[in-house]
């Protein structure tokens, strides 16, 4: 059986957005090596395995599809919670910009949240 280990996301700064999403999201650092020009970054949500690859995205192909994706208001990547409201309020409270409030698009209450490093981020709670 196939299962996800590893997805990525480009950032434009990897320390930036290794301290926004360990600091602020509350990921866990798995992975952080020091490769000279560039780092090996991955975080994790505490419990899980699977990790997240903050990918260096200075390339053509990764600054135009970031560009495509954030133009489009389309996030990069999706994340569970359990209570989207309260999550909601704790990151505005430490300053994160939502482009999308809470809203509840069928099944699924949904925000949309700017990352700092280049990305949009939906935060989804299943509703029943």
């Given at each position: 059986?196939?299962?996800i280990a590893m997805t990525?996301?480009?950032?434009?700064?990897?320390?930036?957005?290794?301290?926004?999403?360990?600091?602020?999201?509350?990921?866990?650092?798995?992975?952080?090596?020091?490769?000279?020009?560039?780092?090996?970054?991955?975080?994790?949500?505490?419990?899980?395995?699977?990790?997240?690859l903050l990918e260096p995205?200075d390339s053509p192909i990764?600054?135009?599809?970031?560009?495509?994706?954030?133009?489009?208001?389309?996030?990069?990547?999706?994340?569970?919670?359990?209570?989207?409201?309260?999550?909601?309020?704790?990151?505005?409270?430490?300053?994160?910009?939502?482009?999308?409030?809470?809203?509840?698009?069928?099944?699924?209450?949904?925000?949309?949240?700017?990352?700092?490093?280049?990305?949009?981020?939906?935060?989804?709670?299943?509703?029943?």
């Amino acid at each position: 059986m196939l299962k996800i280990a590893m997805t990525s996301v480009f950032v434009d700064d990897e320390e930036r957005a290794h301290a926004f999403y360990t600091d602020v999201l509350g990921f866990e650092t798995r992975t952080h090596i020091d490769l000279g020009e560039a780092q090996f970054i991955t975080v994790g949500a505490p419990g899980q395995d699977v990790e997240l690859l903050l990918e260096p995205g200075d390339s053509p192909i990764a600054r135009q599809y970031t560009k495509g994706l954030r133009d489009a208001g389309l996030p990069c990547i999706v994340f569970g919670v359990d209570d989207l409201r309260a999550e909601y309020e704790r990151l505005r409270g430490l300053g994160v910009t939502f482009t999308q409030e809470p809203t509840e698009q069928g099944p699924v209450l949904t925000a949309i949240l700017d990352d700092t490093v280049g990305n949009l981020i939906q935060l989804a709670q299943p509703l029943s």
